[in-house]
Every structure is written in C-alpha cells, then in structure tokens.
C-alpha cells in the first residue's frame, strides 16, 4: 500500500495525471515501442496525433519512446503532444525538451503504463553547429524491483563525432546505473554496420539481429531506430518487429516484448 502511494504522489509531484491507471508491479515481460513521430506529421502533410496514438494502443505497450514531439509548437497548432498523446493512450506521459522551437518546445517524450518513481533528462554533447540532443531517463517499478528506460534521438549530420560523443555520456551513466536492468530507444540516426552501434554492441544487446528497416516509412531500405537493452544476461527478446505504417510519420515504429529473466513471481489477489 505504502508503494502505491508513494507512486501516486510521485505521479502527482511530476504533472501526470493521476486518473491514468499504473500496474503496481512491473509484469515478467515488458512491452516496449520506439517511434519518431515527426510531431505528429505524416508523410501525406497531415497532422493527425490520433493516428499515431491508434498505432501505440494496437501494440499495448507498458513502455513507450517518442522522438520529435511538439509542445505549444505552432508548426503542431499549439497542442501540448505528450500530454494529448498521454490521454489518447491512457498512459501517463514525461516530457523533457531540448529545445525551444517555433513558439513553443521540442524534445523526448516518454509515455509509461507503468509507475513512474523518478526522471531525469541529460543533456548529450552539442557543437555550436548542432541541435542540443538529450536523452530522457525514467525509472519505473518500485525499490529493488525496478528497471531504467532511456530515451533519446542522436545528431543526424553525416560526420558521427557528435554521435560518439553522446554514446560516452551515455555509457557515463550506465555506469552510474549499474546494478539496475536498462532499455536504450530511439533514433540513433546511425545503421547496424556504423561505428556508432558497433561502439553500442560492446555494451547493449539489440532486439533484432536481423534488418529491421524502420526509415523511410514509406519505402524503408535502413535500420536507424532501435530497442536496445543491459545487461544481456538479464533480458530474453519474445519477439520484436516494425510497425507496418508507412504514412503516420516519416519513421515507422518498432517494438519488442522484453522478458527478465529475474523478475519477481507475483501471485494473483
């Protein structure tokens, strides 16, 4: 009783809506989904929020990353996406941006049906030349059962040392992390066969060891979006797979169900 409270309160304490149901204790398998949404732009010039919250329900996802989300953005009319993205999925949602952008904010979001206990974004390493890039951290569960989810959407620029620079900071915390399961989303805007997620291999396993091409979604022919988890020993993939939408958004999503391996046995009431 005491857990649950202590989740509502943090809940409240973070501006989430605390009419979304949260599971009080972190399921064997978790079902994850990465998506860059182009703020809610599909490939036909619509804006359309409801089309990419259909997409996440239809996966029923404990775990949701989103790149490219608006808040108060003009280009997306003003709509505050994470939180109308949160209530179209019943979820509760995080939202850090990175950056302020065209009257508004632009950054991660995170959407969770799982209790959130805390959040952090870290800011990765950023040239003059460059967006400032984060990557968004939440921990869900409770006490010594719990697992870390991280968020983020690397430098696109075909020179990748801001790309290395952030997998350091990442790895930095990682390490400080140690001892707690972690999922790595997004767009790392780099392919399988790139220093960048060959540098990630060392230390993270991917869902797919097969190509899952996720961009462009209309006719995707490269794989730069990715689930990602550690350590190894602790996670078994049940399944993963792309989302077969080619129009909601430049990106398709991908998904995977991730089991621990040294989850809790909980009993029914």
Known sequence: MKSIVRCLFVLTAFGISH???????????????????????????????????????????DLVGLNEVDQGCRRSQGTDEPAELARLTGMTHIFEKNIDHDGGQYGNAILSRLPIVRHENHKLPSDYKGE?????????????????????????????????????????????????????????????????MKTFAKTWSRSNSEPA??????????????????????????????????????????????RRKNAKQTTAD
């Open 132 to 196: 400032q890039r984060g990557a968004l951290e939440v921990e869900v569960g409770d006490g010594d059962d719990s697992l870390l989810f991280v968020c983020t959407h690397l430098d696109y620029r075909p020179d990748d040392h801001e790309r290395m620079e952030s997998i350091k900071t990442i790895e930095d915390l990682a390490a400080k992390r140690a001892g707690k399961p972690m999922i790595l989303v997004g767009d790392l805007n780099a392919t399988p066969d790139s220093r960048v």
């Open 213 to 258: 091409f996720t961009f462009p979604s209309a006719k995707p022919d490269k794989q730069i979006d990715y689930i990602q988890f550690r350590p190894a020993d602790e996670w078994e993939v049940v399944e993963t797979r792309v989302l077969d939408e080619p129009v909601a958004s430049d990106h398709r999503g991908m998904m995977a169900v991730l």
């Open 19 to 61: 009419r979304t149901a949260v599971r009080a204790e972190l399921p064997p398998e978790i079902r994850v989904v990465t998506y860059n949404i182009h703020h809610g732009e599909g490939t036909d010039g619509k804006l359309d929020l409801k089309r990419i919250a259909a997409i996440i329900n239809a996966e029923k996802p």
